[in-house]
C-alpha cells in the first residue's frame, strides 16, 4: 500500500487523519509540522505522496515543502488549506501539485482525492518506462511482450501481468498480498497458486532473476532501458 507523509500543524488533525488512513491500509511514514523535519522524512522515508497543510507558519511555508518535496526527490503533494485567498491561489498555481483540499473537509473527500493522486502519481511513474532489461531479455511494458535478441518470447496472461506488476516496482520487494492483488484482482487463489506462477516465470527468464524474501514477498531483479 502506498507510504504517506503528513505535514500537519494541527497535532489533533494529524493524529485523526494518520488514524482515518491507516483504516483503509496506508502507511503513515511521518508525522510532522515544519519544513526541515519534513525535508528530513522524505530523504529518510521517499514516500509516495505528501498530505501537506499550506499554513504551516505564516509564510506558507506548506507550499515550500510541496515544491522541494517535488524538485528534489520527486515528491508530490495534496494540499491542504483552512483558508482562502487570492494570493495564495496564485502562489499555489506556481507550483505542482496532485490535489487541493478546504479545511475542514469530508472524510470521503479526502480519501476520493488521495486514491485520485496516487493513481496520477501511478500512472506517470509506469508511463515512464518503457523497456525494462532482465537479464538477456528485455521486457516492453507499452507493449506487454518480451523479447530475447529480436525474438518474441511467448507467454501466458498471468505470467504477463506478473512481469509487468514486479517490472513496475523493480528491484522492490512486494508482498505475496500485493501481487495476489494485481495479478489475479478479485479472484479468491492460494499462495501456491503464486508460487507456482512464480516457477513458471522463473523457468523462462532464470532463476536468479525473481528474488524469495521468506514469508515477505518477491522482487524482480532488472535495468530499466527507457
Known sequence: MAKILIVEHEAMTAFRLKRYLEKFGYSIVASVHNYKDAMTAVYKNRPDLIICDIEIDEDNTGLQIAQDAEDKFGVGSLLLSEKYSDEMIEEAQKIHFYGFIMKPYREEELLATLKLALHQIEQKRINAIRFVDIGSYTFDKKKKKLYNAEDEISLSIKVTKLIDYLTSNLNEIKSYAEILNDVYEDDEVSLDTLRHLIKRTKTILGKESIIAS????????????K
Open 214 to 225: 521468506r514469508n515477505i514477498g518477491y522482487s524482480l531483479r532488472g535495468r530499466v532501458v
